[in-house]
């Protein structure tokens, strides 16, 4: 049951333009959502989050997008440079046991072209 | 940067042993989570830690087992390897009241 999804497992952009990554997800009840960014042979980096009483955080070249109603949400990064080149993973936030989880998606390599 | 490091950064077992994978959390992190990262796949919680108590498991069977000692250190035990426990392993430590974790480099495990 996987409840974020990534459904694009790549996307390639030219270098300047902007790049959108989607997720989504099906549980209502998670209320805070995350990106991370992941180069190979490293851990994931925490890039941007927002809560779901928001529909949009931004962050310099990023901006998240969250629309509840759709149980969406995007990335856009603008101008998209060729350190963006990573695999970008969406997470969903929940507790269980009272302990903090994520969720997270199946991941989208995104590559800038110079 | 993320102050979260692990050791050992590759390791190579065979089925049926045991394996302690080790994780030094950022300072004033009190919880500190561990998540296995299947190649192809977004990482996949297996349990957290808070105050040196497990206070919540994912998916995953009871050989999978951990510590968090009062020094932000924490250690994943894993027994009676199998195939399938081949993965990444990411440790995640954060504070009680923020939403964000921040991941170290990983334990890239292979059992054969």
């Known amino acids: 049951d996987q409840q974020v999804k990534q459904n694009s497992p790549s996307l390639s952009v030219q270098e300047g333009r902007i790049s959108i990554l989607n997720c989504d997800y099906t549980?209502?009840?998670?209320?805070?959502f995350l990106w991370y960014k992941k180069y190979p042979a490293e851990g994931p980096t925490f890039l941007i989050s927002?809560?779901?009483?928001?529909d949009k955080n931004e962050d310099g070249r990023f901006t998240v997008f969250l629309n509840k109603s759709a149980k969406h949400l995007s990335l856009h990064i603008v101008p998209s440079q060729p350190g963006d080149s990573a695999v970008y993973f969406c997470?969903?936030?929940?507790?269980?046991?009272?302990?903090?989880?994520?969720?997270f998606g199946q991941g989208t390599r995104l590559t800038i072209n110079p | 940067e993320t102050g979260v490091t692990q050791s050992p950064t590759h390791l190579i077992k065979t089925r049926g042993q045991q394996v302690t994978l080790r994780c030094s959390s950022q300072?004033?992190?009190?919880?500190v989570s561990w998540y296995q990262q299947a190649l192809g796949q977004g990482p996949q919680f297996i349990f957290q830690y808070y105050r040196e108590e497990e206070n919540g498991r994912g998916n995953f069977p009871p050989r999978f087992s951990g510590l968090q000692f009062p020094n932000y250190s924490s250690e994943l035990n894993v027994n009676a390897l199998e195939l399938d426990d081949s993965a990444l392993y990411l440790c995640a430590s954060g504070g009680a009241d923020t939403g964000e974790l921040f991941f170290g480099e990983g334990s890239r495990l292979t059992v054969l």
């Open positions: 927002i809560s779901s009483i928001k």
């Open positions: 300072s004033g992190h009190n919880t």
């Open positions: 997470a969903a936030s929940s507790f269980v046991q009272g302990a903090q989880k994520l969720v």
């Open positions: 549980n209502s009840m998670f209320d805070y």
